[in-house]
């Protein structure tokens, strides 16, 4: 008849191996993405129930937003934008390239908004621009984290 191939009981023994060659900074920087998104989903939430107190505190950053309706899109893209970290965390942590290659990238544009936060003086920004300058240089350039992602 058919033959078939035991490929179960091999994915179980590549991926038990593959978990124990995870390196430990892969590790710190998944849950540091899962915590920006439980941070960025609470943000978000907290927009779309609060919307009055939501506008103050947006003036307060100089966005002068008048309609509810872009309030509540606000609300929801800051939502979304954490499930989406939470995706990039997850894999991160499973060890997939293209967490990897997303990491790089949303580091390098937190990088460019942290200096243009700098630039008007929010210096509270420096410890989000070393951790993502530190995320940018060990997935892209250590040799462990590149092996572990091969």
Known sequence: MYAVKKRSSNKKEISSKHKKDIPLSVKVISVYYFI????????????????DFSRIILEGYGLSIT??????????LVAALGVFYIFIGKDLWRVRN???VVAIIVSSLS??????????????????LLIDGLIIWYLAFNKDAKKAFS
């Open 111 to 128: 990088i460019l908004d942290s200096l243009v936060n700098l630039l008007y003086g929010e210096f509270s920004v420096i410890f989000f």
């Open 36 to 51: 920006i998104a439980f941070f960025s989903v609470l943000a978000g939430v907290y927009i779309l129930i609060f919307k």
């Open 98 to 100: 293209w967490a990897r």
């Open 67 to 76: 309609s509810s309706g872009m309030l509540s899109g606000i609300g929801i």
